[in-house]
T-cell receptor, first 112, second 110 residues
Framework: DGGITQSPKYLFRKEGQNVTLSCEQN?????MYWYRQDPGQGLRLIYY???????QKGDIAEGYSVSREKKESFPLTVTSAQKNPTAFYLC???????????FGQGTRLTVV | GIQVEQSPPDLILQEGANSTLRCNFS?????LQWFHQNPWGQLINLFY???GTKQNGRLSATTVATERYSLLYISSSQTTDSGVYFC????????????FGRGTQLTVWP
């Protein structure tokens, strides 16, 4: 099946720990994106990558880091510097210029 | 960046009613999509519609790119239509960013 897989679906971490969220796609898409959603809110862009080994900050990149070593994978690390990390995280991918974007099922991160 | 505004922010309907959701954007775009966020949080693709009109069952969408707006029509609403509807646009000559509106929260009562 082609698609985007995010794992895990639910993640619990203690305050002060770094945590990495996985996003893998087998759609052969060049672009990948990470968004954060807080309860009752819209989606805010954290980071995006248009090509392997390159990525750009979005609107709320502070406290997050990413890598894009492979076309299929775009992991997001939530660092201890992120002041309020509890949220729903969504990963997306898209093919060529302006083509249709698809989303994974999301990861709910709770930091206690 | 580009501004994407959706209206209304909230919509409450009785089952069987029709509705129209609107998305305005502030500049020319390469692509426009409508998504439905289900109760589990997943974003479901409804339409990829940079211009023109498309229909899929009880849903249809129209984008008038020259006037910078898109409309999503839902006919004969069902309770399963409840959720948040997002409009998103791509901008840029390269792959660029995907900009989202704040969404319309639709509640359909039986």
């Amino acid at each position: 099946d082609g698609g985007i897989t995010q794992s895990p679906k639910y993640l619990f971490r203690k305050e002060g720990q770094n945590v990495t969220l996985s996003c893998e796609q087998n759609l052969n898409h060049d672009a990948m994106y990470w968004y954060r959603q807080d309860p009752g809110q819209g989606l805010r862009l954290i980071y995006y990558s248009q090509i392997v080994n390159d990525f750009q900050k979005g609107d709320i990149a502070e406290g997050y880091s990413v890598s894009r070593e492979k076309k299929e994978s775009f992991p997001l690390t939530v660092t201890s510097a992120q002041k309020n990390p509890t949220a729903f995280y969504l990963c997306a991918s898209a093919g060529g210029t302006g083509t249709e974007a698809f989303f994974g099922q999301g990861t709910r991160l709770t930091v206690v | 960046g580009i501004q994407v505004e959706q209206s209304p922010p909230d919509l409450i309907l009785q089952e069987g009613a029709n509705s129209t959701l609107r998305c305005n954007f502030s500049d020319s775009v390469n692509n426009l999509q409508w998504f439905h966020q289900n109760p589990w949080g997943q974003l479901i693709n409804l339409f990829y519609i940079p211009s023109g009109t498309k229909q899929n069952g009880r849903l249809s969408a129209t984008t008038v790119a020259t006037e910078r707006y898109s409309l999503l029509y839902i006919s004969s609403s069902q309770t399963t239509d409840s959720g948040v509807y997002f409009c998103a646009v791509f901008r840029g000559s390269t792959l660029g960013r995907l900009y989202f509106g704040r969404g319309t929260q639709l509640t359909v009562w039986p």
